[in-house]
């Protein structure tokens, strides 16, 4: 990419590849985010995917925490949402405030006209997301090598999920309706979804993103056996397909993350999975961990992001722990929360955390 400005700081890239460091990078998830009130000044009056649909305001909400933070992080990610892939599909997506996303218009059935049409149509992800690869473009440009940018994309069950429950929620009834009484047509969506976040994934490669995620937030809701059966063959999907599609737009292939929360029960099909790295939850004890990874792959994680709600004290042991069970971070491991940063937070104590990391 030689239109972009020389990297600096290749700390991550490095770390992700399996390469001895100088020490553990650090990066988090919804590092940019409500928590800091600089996003809420430059948000404005726009609704969250409004944000989302600006190359200007998703850029300048990427950057913020990279520039309040300076020198602490070591990657920034993209400012935008899983759910764009939905509405690349037709789907109608509304971010409601103080509830979260919602589908007005969820799929039903099988039966149900809107998913016939939606398996019909030939998606577009180049054209339907061309704001994304903007964003991440413009923002390659303003971090100017300081340090890489993140891609990212939803993983499928992840995505089925909210396409049919229309929105967060706590039984997941419709989701386990279709994988258990429609699996057929559950695996028809799966693939379909799996497919359009490969070339997502690609085009975010060719716009600039130089590590990408893929998001599989309600992996939690699986048993092992349907976990096995409908959502680890499409994250390997994507694994397996996205350096091909990357190969034939002549691009390099990038360190590819993994991030299923709540898979406890499979962090040794994951090491497996084709990933890079395996974005661990708080739930994982990290010396255990590490001794199922066994270098197969950098794992990355996981503190339990409540801690930042917690004394300066409590924020010391958590990452001396967490350093000593990851063992010492100079190989197989990227520093993280073990889920996004959470509302409330003070960014005082965000970077008492990072400053900790460092220290």
């Not at 972009?4 to 590092?31: C, H």
């Not at 039966?111 to 704001?131: G, P, S, T, W």
């Not at 279709?178 to 699996?183: A, I, L, R």
């Not at 994680?301 to 004290?313: F, M, Q």
Request: proline share 6%.
């Amino acid at each position: 990419m030689s239109e972009f400005p020389r990297l600096k700081n290749d700390l991550i890239l490095r770390t992700a590849r399996g390469e001895s460091v100088e020490r553990a990078p650090v990066w988090v998830m919804r590092q940019a985010g409500r928590y800091l009130p600089e996003y809420h000044k430059a948000k404005g009056d726009n609704d969250f995917f409004a944000c989302c649909r600006s190359p200007e305001i998703a850029s300048t909400l990427t950057l913020q925490p990279i520039e309040r933070y300076k020198e602490l992080l070591d990657a920034a990610i993209i400012f935008s949402d899983i759910l764009v892939i939905p509405q690349a599909m037709g789907m109608t997506v509304e971010m409601i405030d103080k509830k979260g996303p919602s589908f007005p218009e969820p799929l039903q059935s099988p039966e149900d006209q809107q998913y016939k049409d939606l398996m019909a149509r030939d998606v577009d992800v180049a054209k339907e997301l061309d704001y994304v690869y903007k964003a991440i473009t413009l923002t390659r440009k303003k971090l100017d090598g300081r340090v890489p940018l993140f891609g990212f994309c939803g993983a499928p069950w992840t995505l089925l999920c909210y396409m049919v429950e229309g929105g967060g929620s706590k039984m997941f009834k419709e989701a386990k309706t279709w994988v258990y009484k429609y699996g057929e047509a559950s695996h028809a969506l799966l693939e379909k979804i799996g497919k359009l976040c490969v070339e997502y994934l690609a085009l975010q490669v060719k716009a600039g993103a130089q590590i990408v995620q893929v998001f599989d937030s309600w992996a939690a809701e699986m048993t092992p056996k349907s976990f096995g059966e409908f959502a680890l063959p499409y994250l390997k999907l994507i694994s397996r397909e996205l350096p091909k599609r990357l190969k034939e737009l002549d691009l390099e292939r990038v360190p590819m993350v993994v991030f299923a929360k709540g898979a406890w029960y499979a962090l040794e099909d994951l090491c497996e999975s084709g990933y890079d790295v395996v974005g661990l939850d708080w739930l994982h004890d990290p010396a255990e961990a590490m001794k199922t990874a066994r270098g197969r792959v950098v794992l990355q994680g996981n503190a339990d992001p409540g801690i930042l709600y917690g004394s300066r004290e409590s924020i010391t042991k958590l990452v001396e722990d967490m350093v000593n069970g990851f063992g010492g971070g100079k190989q197989g491991w990227i520093s993280n929360l073990g889920h996004g940063i959470t509302p409330f937070v003070k960014p005082d104590d965000f970077e008492w955390f990072l400053k900790e990391l460092r220290r």
